[in-house]
């Protein structure tokens, strides 16, 4: 049994579908899948589990994932993220679904403006300060302070050309490579 929520997402590329949990697929018009090279090739799921406290205490889970299967022509990208809102803050159920949607949709406009763009530290502060702006005026709107949404995430982006992680607070981000977990 859990203690607290947990929020899990797994992708691999081993031929089968995608499962489909809390993902869209987004194939443009002009897309056609190439074997080995198309979101149809990646295994895909999440779930996100109300822990044994939760239950006994009658609390929600505040812990949230969200990704994408995206298509852009002969190129192909999964965006995914996952956070963990803080049992300490009121709303932080909240906090963590904006974190996860803002990443992904910072991530699939970015790609779909220039998927050649050389990614770096600029790319990371982008989609931290959306969050942050996104929770300042969501905070407003509620009336409380941003600490009432507080919020883990962890997420990452593979395409064709590059891949990138970003962490905010605790969790790990981990990759299986031929022989190893990393």
Do not use: M
């Not at 869209?24 to 899948?33: I, L, M, Q």
């Not at 963590?96 to 949607?101: F, K, L, M, P, R």
């Amino acid at each position: 049994q859990h203690s607290t929520c947990c929020c899990r997402l797994s992708a691999v590329n081993e031929g089968h579908q995608p499962l489909v949990g809390n993902f869209e697929h987004d194939r443009d018009a002009s897309t056609s899948a190439v074997d080995g090279d198309s979101p149809d090739c990646w295994s895909v799921a999440g779930v996100t589990v109300r822990g044994a406290s939760h239950v006994a205490n009658d609390s929600g889970c505040q812990d949230y994932h969200r990704g994408i299967l995206l298509s852009r022509g002969a190129h192909n990208w999964i965006i995914a993220a996952v956070s963990d809102g803080a049992g300490s803050a009121p709303h932080s159920a909240l906090g963590a679904n904006i974190a996860t949607n803002v990443f992904c949709a910072t991530l699939r406009e970015c790609i779909d403006r220039d998927p050649y763009q050389k990614v770096g530290n600029h790319l990371g502060r982008l989609i931290v300060q959306e969050i942050k702006d996104r929770l300042t005026a969501k905070a407003e709107e509620k009336g409380c302070v941003v600490r009432d949404l507080a919020c883990t995430l962890l997420g990452i982006v593979i395409g064709p050309y590059w891949t990138a992680y970003l962490q905010i607070g605790d969790g790990a981000i981990v990759r299986r490579t031929a022989s190893e977990w990393e």
